[in-house]
T-cell receptor
Framework: TQLLEQSPQFLSIQEGENLTVYCNSSSVFSSLQWYRQEPGEGPVLLVTVVTGGEVKKLKRLTFQFGDARKDSSLHITAAQPGDTGLYLCAGASGGAQKLVFGQGTRLTINP | EAGVTQFPSHSVIEKGQTVTLRCDPISGHDNLYWYRRVMGKEIKFLLHFVKESKQDESGMPNNRFLAERTGGTYSTLKVQPAELEDSGVYFC??????????????FGPGTRLTVL
């Protein structure tokens, strides 16, 4: 069974600080996706990474896929209150399209 | 373009009763997925339809769960009889094509099921 360990599960920081969320596994994934989920809504895709070592940037968010495609990170620079939310990593492997999700990181940015 | 819709948004039933959840995918999306998040746990895959066919139902917990997608459009997920451990949020997602592993799955808002 493939598992994705996401850490930290909870993070509360001040506006302007930087943070990193990690997603680790002992399994190889062909792609890894990061989602953000708001209360009462479903997860919304932020980015997909598919190549080992790939780095993608989305404004102040930087996503990295590990060289071995077993881990990923989300780094937020100069966090803002609008970044508050639940962040989820999810991986797909082989020919399967089903997603394996991490437990999620509940991020709170305090003004 | 309308997104993935799910009905009902909330359902409270008693143990032993039957509940049917509905998902309407984005129009034209062949792939439809069901996922579930139980309290304190990660979102877990239940099953995957390609059009009206079950492509992968490896995540279905037991035979109390029955999913259908007649005509390849909307899907229903029936739980009969419901047990306490079935409580959670049930998400439906759809995606357009089957060719690429990176096809975006668009999620609905979920149905929160509470079994008392």
């Amino acid at each position: 069974t493939q598992l994705l360990e996401q850490s930290p599960q909870f993070l509360s920081i001040q506006e302007g600080e930087n943070l990193t969320v990690y997603c680790n596994s002992s399994s190889v994934f062909s792609s890894l996706q990061w989602y953000r989920q708001e209360p009462g809504e479903g997860p919304v895709l932020l980015v997909t990474v598919v190549t080992g070592g790939e780095v993608k940037k989305l404004k102040r968010l930087t996503f990295q896929f590990g060289d071995a495609r077993k881990d990923s990170s989300l780094h937020i620079t100069a966090a803002q209150p609008g970044d508050t939310g639940l962040y989820l990593c999810a991986g797909a492997s082989g020919g399967a399209q089903k997603l394996v999700f991490g437990q999620g990181t509940r991020l709170t940015i305090n003004p | 373009e309308a997104g993935v819709t799910q009905f009902p948004s909330h359902s409270v039933i008693e143990k032993g009763q039957t509940v049917t959840l509905r998902c309407d995918p984005i129009s034209g999306h062949d792939n439809l997925y069901w996922y579930r998040r139980v309290m304190g746990k990660e979102i877990k895959f239940l099953l995957h339809f390609v059009k009206e066919s079950k492509q992968d139902e490896s995540g279905m917990p037991n035979n109390r769960f029955l999913a259908e997608r007649t005509g390849g459009t909307y899907s229903t997920l029936k739980v009969q009889p419901a047990e306490l451990e079935d409580s959670g949020v049930y998400f439906c997602a759809s995606s357009q094509a089957t060719f690429f592993l990176t096809d975006t799955q668009y999620f609905g808002p979920g149905t929160r099921l509470t079994v008392l």
